[in-house]
């Protein structure tokens, strides 16, 4: 794009990959000056201090939900099971694209942050939620194939726990195969709920 | 006890504490002092820096996976299957301690250190691998009421992403719930690979 972006995008993009890539207690404002190329009085203009810039960070990622990562990850994807897992394989290829050093950046700040802002800890919670309802629609839309007794508020959370500890378990052993058995356990777990609903059918 | 501990365990235990509670980069080493009351030779005299401290603390991790973590959860049960959820309790109880601020001590330096050097990263892998190794430990036990086919070491590290992706969102939503339902979760796909395993022995 040729139009040159605003002083708070330019921020809010410099302190994203910071974050993500060294963590937010090891990123000075200074590691964000650098990066823009801007100087401290004209973000400090834009945001009064770090914790400022994580909030919009946040915001960012709540608002790229669906353009940056869901609409990617499901185009051409249209039965919403094979949804759940295309989502999952685009954190495969960011594990790879990152030599197996990914680290999903919403639950690293989850477990970095100790002493949280309560606006922070809300936006984290907001970024999950969003995340995992995305993925409860799609299991509503796959609703007849499932138990009807199931809990899809639930299992979309645990779509979740898949992604997160497949993540850091592929990150921590720098090996994309345990992010691999991580899903295909899960994929087992879908497969014997679909059974269990078709003899559900089959018995009524 | 009445032993005084020696130098190198006051600040291991005081190294344990301080890198789960605040994280490792937010530790300085005045910290540890200050917790010690030890002065900066006597540190400096066993630990030549911060980073040899973390590696003799994943290295107390590794050791205390039985006597600390594992023959608590399991004392007085004796199922192999009851063992995998007991151990999952523990972390609930965990949870509850900590007023729902819990994070698993390895599953957060796994996210946060991003630079980590080839020893803190083996020594982290470690620390995975025996708490899969002992899960995968009861599953073999457990054989006969299980798939033939079941890949148990798999499973073993799926019930560690269980544990991690849990806490992750109990922490960030400050809601045990979360992780609770993540273990019913798990309890069903165990529940549904029982049955299949029984299904099985019937038909044959």
């Known amino acids: ?13 410099a302190a994203m990959d910071l974050f993500w890539s ?15 190329q801007l100087n401290a009085g004209s973000l ?9 810039v994580l909030i919009a960070v946040l915001e960012a990622y709540r608002d ?25 394989d685009r954190y495969r290829w960011l594990i ?11 639950g690293s700040l989850a477990l970095e942050l100790h002493e949280a802002d309560p606006a922070v800890r809300a936006l984290l919670a907001v970024n999950f939620t969003g995340w995992t309802r995305a993925v409860e629609a799609c299991l ?22 898949t992604m997160e500890g497949g993540v850091m378990q592929a990150r921590t052993h720098r090996d994309v195969a345990y992010f691999d058995r991580g899903v295909a356990a899960l994929r ?15 018995a009524a």
């Not at 794009?1 to 993009?13: A, P």
């Not at 203009?45 to 400022?52: I, S």
């Not at 087992?188 to 089959?202: I, K, M, V, Y």
């Open 44 to 52: 400090y203009h834009v945001f009064p201090g770090k914790q400022d």
């Open 188 to 202: 087992q777990h879908f497969d014997l709920l679909l059974e269990r609903a078709a003899r559900g059918t089959q």
């Open 1 to 13: 794009m040729t139009e040159k972006l605003d002083t708070r995008t330019r921020i809010v993009l």
């Open 64 to 88: 790229g939900l669906y353009p940056q990562l869901l609409d990617p990850a499901w185009a051409g994807v249209d039965d919403p099971i094979d949804k759940v897992f295309a989502l999952l």
């Open 22 to 36: 060294k963590g937010f207690n090891s990123t000075s404002v200074a590691d964000i000056l650098s990066r823009t």
């Open 96 to 106: 790879l694209e990152t030599d197996c050093a990914y680290g999903c950046p919403i």
């Open 140 to 161: 509503d839309e796959a609703g007849e194939r499932l138990p009807r007794d199931l809990d899809r508020a639930a299992l979309a959370e645990f779509v979740l726990t």
